[in-house]
């Protein structure tokens, strides 16, 4: 299977570097991208928005004379669900790490700070403590010296989604941050931030306890997990 890998904010291909071995050992093809503006730190990121980085990813699936697998973390998973709008039946199954499909209209965070028209890695201090389980100093100053700010339009720019075959391409949940349980418990109540999730026909859950970041704080059970998920198509 190609499985298509696709960073979170401040992150580029290399953040997989922990996990594409796993995948490819298992026989898969492992695709990380870096998207647009994410480089360097040098590189320009003016007027770069979320529909360049759908794009991007809508250009890797078809590259590929086949059905890909896509996995985005974070922010990411944004990208990956619009990317299933464009090419529902190209899109075998969409991983979500610790993340979940973007409704049309939402944006993936407008309240991160921005600098000089970009958004840099913020003091840990704006993050939630849930965000930063597992993430000891160590990996915090080795993740901090790799980060690359992210342009401002792809975090502040509106979902737009148009197809809704989306929801019959499947997808799996790895739930870091909150337990299964507890996204199962907002699905069940309908709440308006999982109402993209609620309309998906086939989702399944597997549970990753760790912080936002799991390719840091726990790369073997992240690919196992990404492993697992991909073993169901």
Request: with cysteine.
């Amino acid at each position: 299977m190609d499985i298509i890998l696709i960073p979170g904010f401040w992150l580029d291909a290399s953040s997989w570097s922990e996990i594409t071995p796993a995948l490819e050992r298992a026989g898969h093809r492992a695709h990380p991208l870096t998207l647009p503006g994410m480089e360097s730190r040098e590189a320009d990121r003016s007027g770069i928005g979320l529909r360049d980085h759908i794009d991007a990813v809508v250009a890797a699936v078809d590259a590929i004379d086949a059905p890909v697998v896509l996995v985005g973390h974070s922010g990411g998973g944004a990208i990956a669900h619009a990317v299933a709008d464009k090419r529902p039946d190209r899109i075998a199954r969409v991983i979500y790490v610790d993340s979940a499909p973007l409704g049309a209209g939402g944006v993936i965070n407008d309240e991160l700070p921005v600098v000089d028209g970009e958004i840099p890695l913020p003091d840990w201090n704006v993050f939630e403590d849930e965000d930063l389980v597992d993430l000891d100093d160590g990996l915090r100053a080795s993740f901090r010296a790799r980060s690359i700010p992210t342009p401002k339009g792809v975090a502040f720019d509106e979902q737009q989604l148009g197809d809704e075959r989306r929801f019959d391409v499947p997808i799996t949940v790895i739930c870091c941050e909150f337990s299964s349980a507890m996204v199962k418990a907002w699905v069940e109540q309908n709440l308006p931030f999982v109402k993209e999730l609620v309309a998906i026909k086939d989702v399944s859950y597997i549970d990753l306890p760790t912080g936002h970041w799991p390719q840091f704080t726990k790369p073997a059970e992240l690919a196992d997990a990404i492993l697992s998920a991909v073993g169901r198509d």
